[in-house]
């Protein structure tokens, strides 16, 4: 089966996964990185310019580069139809059309570009063709905002495998589908452009959206819009005779992407020195922006999305408390500031544990991996590594719970004494995939007191649980008595991958001896059981038997002899078929006769 990608297509930045060996792993592009800003430039003639260097050209040709489009694609219902866009977008009966010169393109078509370039790029870095994709959309898209994403997907020559919301992505990438049945969470991204809040429930496995609220111009562009405007304030105040200059669009396009670079960096940092060349002359303007300058533009920025929240969790009959994680998407939530407001509009410390502008691609190249069965369990649940077991009679294997068995579980046996009068069991807890007990790993054991009884009279219940913390609880019960021990393994499931491939890969290299050895443990305990039997009906009824006929059974018994010295399970195993056939009328008599001595007891 072809592998599926994932892909986040996104208004700013678009990414793209495959799974690797169990894990998602994000592909660089052409450009070393793994973020492709969603930006088409479109020359006059010529091949399409996509990412990073169109990013580039958008100062310079600002009526063919285009950024953005998704916000065509996908409207919020109510949000009016005005778009300050530097390109021109007409709208014709619904559907937006953006204009260049005589041409005109759908945005699902320029959409379609930037998605072959995470193809292409994806193609040569992989070295092999990629056919399907799973790609993500806003929760809010309709289904017509949905077909046109899957239509760009097509163009781009992809087979659109499935689409996912987003937040279900990220909350996917977070690994919150293994949080209890019932949990809520609010999944707050903050892109470059949009911002989207979406409350959502697990319901057996499966993301339900309660509510999602949010605003498509609202995002990182606006604090690097005013960031410009500050930085520009800031010049004119030193250096006046440079307000033209100011002007100048590919200026301020210089002033963006140097005030773009200081933004990201204070979002670890306190301060940063920020250095604008001038178009003119070898001079340049120094500036010390600090963190604290920053926020003060983000604030009332980041402040807007507090009704959204407040909209969402009203729209789902929610408050604060009743969430059970909050988690962050988007780059701009990258900013310690808006951590710090999240969690007080959610009462709550956000989770931050993945990177948040990669968590949606993330999310989809999980989905794209279930999808083609390279991740078994939707669940994700745990299983157990090794099978799990304990030693029975002729130093065997018994496996109680197998391995790769989901957790929680249980499983239970019951066994019975190998000895007459044995007043004591030792239950041997074994951990692995081997036919001898010896073999495998022992995880502990314990001894448990019967009532003495003739062999095979005991009857021993043992149970083995794993529960969700993945302890093995070993429970041992005489049934007659109700004498019981447990004992509780915490090492049962963590064991190094390491430890699991060597014992798997040993099994298979003694797969064929194991079994012999097994079949012959077997043959051997059946013929202990055969042998005394035979032995004492014989003296109990072998004078009611033909000369010939017990002459035969020594024969028999002889044969079952010599095949236990010679350590050939075949024979053993045929010898003992054959003694155990030869002395069925033995078994008759014996039983006749018991019933003639209880007749006469009764008398
Ligand atoms: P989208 O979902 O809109 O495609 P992303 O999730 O990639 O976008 O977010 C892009 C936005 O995040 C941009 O405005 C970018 O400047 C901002 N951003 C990325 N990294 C950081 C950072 N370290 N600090 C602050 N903002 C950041
Ligand atoms: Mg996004």
Redo the contacts with the bound molecule.
């Keep these: 089966m072809s592998e599926i990608v994932g892909i986040?297509l996104?208004?700013?930045?678009?990414l793209i996964g495959v799974m690797d060996a169990g894990f998602p792993i994000l592909i660089a592009n052409q450009e070393g990185s793994r973020?492709t800003p969603?930006v088409v430039y479109l020359p006059e003639s010529g091949d399409p310019v996509v990412g990073a260097p169109a990013d580039r050209m958008r100062a310079l040709f600002p009526e063919r580069t285009i950024y953005s489009v998704?916000r065509l694609m996908g409207r919020r219902p109510g949000e009016s139809e005005k778009e300050d866009f530097p390109f021109a977008v007409k709208s014709q009966s619904g559907q937006m059309l953006l204009e260049l010169g005589q041409r005109s393109f759908k945005p699902e078509e320029i959409s379609s570009l930037v998605l072959k370039k995470l193809k292409a790029d994806a193609e040569l870095s992989l070295g092999n063709p990629i056919e399907r994709a799973v790609i993500t959309v806003p929760a809010y898209f309709n289904d017509l905002q949905r077909q046109a994403t899957k239509r760009a997907g097509e163009l781009a020559g992809f087979a659109v495998e499935r689409m996912i919301n987003?937040p279900t992505a990220a909350a996917l990438a977070y690994g919150l589908n293994r949080l209890d049945d019932h949990s809520r969470i609010a999944v707050y991204?903050?892109?470059?452009?949009?911002f989207d809040i979406s409350i959502l429930e697990l319901n057996e496995g499966v993301f339900r959206v309660l509510s999602t609220n949010g605003n498509t111009r609202l995002?990182?562009?606006d604090?690097?819009r005013e960031l410009v405007r500050l930085l520009r304030e800031r010049i004119i105040a030193r250096h006046p005779e440079l307000r033209q200059e100011l002007d100048d669009k590919l200026f301020i396009a210089r002033i963006r992407e140097i005030g773009?670079a200081a933004?990201?960096?204070?979002?670890?940092e306190e301060t940063v020195q920020v250095d604008i060349p001038f178009l003119s002359g070898d001079r340049s303007f120094p500036y010390h922006l600090t963190r604290q300058e920053l926020e003060a533009i983000a604030r009332p920025i980041v402040r807007r999305t507090r009704s959204h929240c407040l909209r969402s969790l009203d729209d789902a009959k929610l408050d604060p408390a009743k969430l059970d994680e909050v988690i962050l998407?988007?780059?701009?939530?990258?900013?310690p500031i808006v951590r710090q407001f999240v969690a007080e509009i959610f009462q709550r410390l956000p989770n931050n544990t993945q990177n948040?502008?990669e968590a949606?691609a993330v999310g989809a190249t999980i989905q794209a991996g279930m999808l083609s069965g390279q991740i078994q369990n939707v669940l994700l649940l745990d299983v157990t590594p090794l099978s799990l077991g304990i030693e029975t009679f002729g130093g065997l294997m018994n496996v109680l719970i197998p391995r790769n068995s989901t957790i929680p579980c249980k499983a239970g046996e019951l066994f019975t004494n190998a000895v007459a009068n044995q007043s004591v069991v030792q239950i041997v807890v074994l951990q692995g995939e081997r036919e001898l007990a010896k073999d495998n790993w022992e995880l502990g054991r314990f001894d448990l007191e019967f009532e003495p009884v003739s062999k095979g009279f005991a009857r021993i219940g043992v149970q083995f649980e794993i529960d969700a913390d993945g302890i093995l609880h070993v429970l041992a019960r005489d049934t007659r008595t109700g004498r019981q021990r447990l004992i509780e393994l915490s090492s049962a499931v963590d064991v190094s991958d390491e430890a699991v491939e060597k014992m798997i890969a040993e099994s298979l290299d003694h797969a064929f001896e194991d079994m012999a050895d097994r079949l012959w443990t077997e043959a051997v305990l059946k013929s202990n059981e055969l042998l005394p039997a035979v032995r004492s009906a014989l003296t109990l009824v072998g004078d009611q038997i033909e000369l010939d006929d017990r002459r035969k059974i020594h024969r028999l018994v002889n044969e079952v002899e010599v095949a236990l010295k010679s350590r050939e399970h075949h024979r053993l195993k045929k010898a003992n078929a054959e003694l155990d056939e030869g002395t069925q009328h033995l078994a008759t008599l014996l039983i006749d006769r018991a019933m003639a001595e209880a007749a006469r007891r009764k008398k």
């Design positions: 986040d996104g208004t700013t930045n678009s973020l969603s998704k987003e991204d903050l892109g470059g452009g949009t995002g990182g562009d604090i690097d773009h933004k990201l960096r204070l979002s670890t998407v988007g780059g701009v939530t990258r900013m948040p502008d949606v």
